[in-house]
């Protein structure tokens, strides 16, 4: 990552790019007066509610709460961290950022590691397009049903049958044996007496990050040797249960979909995106973590996790997809018919009919329910007790207490026990299990804004008159303010306008943490704005009520201290809250 980026020059590439043209570069606006509307693209709606306002260069959503500027909308739409919103924009605009060194030095490393991950893909791929000796795995690939379209657009690639070609192809670049060690692409011998190449004799499947950048490899050999897999190891910049293979291409179609199709491994993937099937992720060949879960949440409430045979009658997996129900997400199950996994189903069936099933899929409960009908014996007591057991698990995971409620009266009526010895045995595993809110993304649409109109006012004209700036500053201490965000937001104008800095909207969220102010400030700017007024009369009253709000709350709270002042017989206290309670009275 570089290091910090000079503020002028983050204003300077905010000038230089248009909102509504980037926007409209991801999804379709239509011109409304004077802003433009759309349908959000980070909810699903009916009735268009996103603003894109050409004159503020900021966008708000009135469904969801979304809201920001053109660098928000970025990070927000394509997973971006701040300086990579920054520096893509630059680009386009044609400004350059000076470079500066990382404050982080091991930022600095990640990006060596991932340049040697770079060329190694660029080695191992042009060995298997352009070599001899790669002439019967690219007879294999095609024999396995991948096109040269397929190969290329996913960087496969072949690792030649050599202890050293790629550690060679590296040293040539100036690479370090260390810093190669650090992408796994290498292994040290046991006898320490140097280094090997990892993969050998193997097709290589890159494992790209959702920036597209590739953090590992995946291997496979095209023979019955064992193991049939070998993976990077876990490395500075690519952790196996952080990643989901695909994802960086088919991110779009998932939000498109709105639903994602899960499986396990590379080819499993690669066969049906290349059939058609483009909202698909594969786990990479592990029991799917809470962190993966929670990247697939970005994009989708809704996965069809789509299972081997022999993988679905593990109860331990199906244990692990209780963690979509703790995220609060839709999850339904496909069980291929017994010797096909999704490569072979789709070679063998086509796509069509994989579709089929995926339309079919069965829901999370009913799936588990089924094959614990299977395993125990629901008219015997102990089986019902192992039944009601793994059940209940899953139904403690369910936020919506309605559904939660529904599960239990149909596990009641299946198993032909009471509601209410189904609820205490839930009570105990709740007990056991400590929640955790995983959903930092919370919407401003489902809390109405908890402002005072009168503080909401001021800001509005504040955005509109720099004069009035200095008059707030003059008249009202930041104290007076009682919304925590429009104390922020008073805040950050009062001390860019000290500097002799240009206050705008989509300025000054840029200096805010907290997304949720932003947010705030959106819903300020681009809600419906006063038509006709005397703005100084307007800005007088507004600051002249917050004060009276201020000393009516103040005197309240004098008035409950003098109480219990009152009743613990504290004179002295007593008779100190009672002269500020007069004063407050004279105001």
Known sequence: MPGLIPQDIIDRILDANDIAEIISGYIPLKRAGRNFKALCPFHHEKTPSFTVSPDRQ???????????????????????????????????????????????????????LFSINELASKFYHDILFNSKEAGSVRA?????????????????????????????????????????????????????????????????????????????????????????????????????????????????????????????????????????????????????????????????????????????????????????????????????????????????????????????????????????????????????????????????????????????????EILSVKEDALLKELSKVKDGISYIDYDSFSSLASKPLNIRVVEKMVVKLMLEHDDLIRQVKEKLDISDFQDPHIKKIVCSMLELNSQGRKIEASRLMNHFDDQAVAQTLTHLCLSEECREIDKQKAFDDCINRIKQENIKEKRNQLHGEIKIAESQGNKDRLNQLMKEYNCLIKK
């Open 58 to 112: 900021i966008y708000h959503c009135f469904g969801c709460g979304a809201g920001g500027n053109v660098f928000s909308f970025l990070m927000k739409y394509e997973r971006m961290e701040f300086p990579e919103a920054v520096e893509m924009l630059a680009k386009k605009v044609g400004i350059s950022i000076p470079k500066t060194e990382p404050a982080d030095k091991n930022a600095g490393i990640a990006e060596k």
């Open 140 to 412: 294999y690939l095609e024999k396995r049903g991948i096109s040269s379209e397929t190969a290329k657009k996913f960087r496969l690639g072949f690792a030649p049958d050599k202890w050293d070609a790629l550690i060679n192809y590296l040293r040539q670049k100036n690479f370090s044996l260390s810093l190669i060690d650090k992408t796994g692409l290498i292994s040290s011998r046991e006898d320490s007496s140097g280094y090997y190449d990892r993969f050998r004799d193997r097709i290589i499947f890159p494992i790209f990050d959702i920036k597209d950048r590739i953090v590992g490899f995946g291997a496979r050999v095209t023979n019955d040797t064992l193991p049939k897999y070998i993976n990077s190891p876990e490395t500075p910049i690519y952790v196996k249960g952080k990643n989901l293979f695909g994802l960086n291409f088919t991110k779009d179609e998932i939000r498109k979909h709105d639903s994602v199709v899960v499986v396990e491994g590379y080819l499993d993937f690669i066969i049906p995106y290349q059939a058609g099937i483009h909202n698909i992720v594969a786990s990479l060949g592990t029991a799917l973590t809470i962190e993966q879960i929670r990247i697939i949440k970005r994009y989708t409430q809704n996965a069809i996790i789509l299972f081997d045979p022999d993988l679905a009658g593990e109860l331990a997996t199906l244990r692990s997809l209780d963690l979509f129900l703790s995220l609060d997400m839709n999850v339904r199950l496909v069980s291929l018919p017994k010797g096909f996994d999704p490569d072979s189903f789709v070679r063998d069936k086509g796509a069509d009919k994989l579709k089929e099933l995926i339309e079919d899929a069965v829901d999370l409960f009913d799936y588990k329910l089924d094959l614990l009908k299977e395993k125990y014996d629901i008219i015997k007591a102990q089986g019902k007790a192992k039944i009601a057991e793994e059940m209940l698990a899953t139904i403690s995971k369910i936020k919506n207490e309605v559904l939660k409620e529904s599960y239990l009266k149909k596990l009641s």
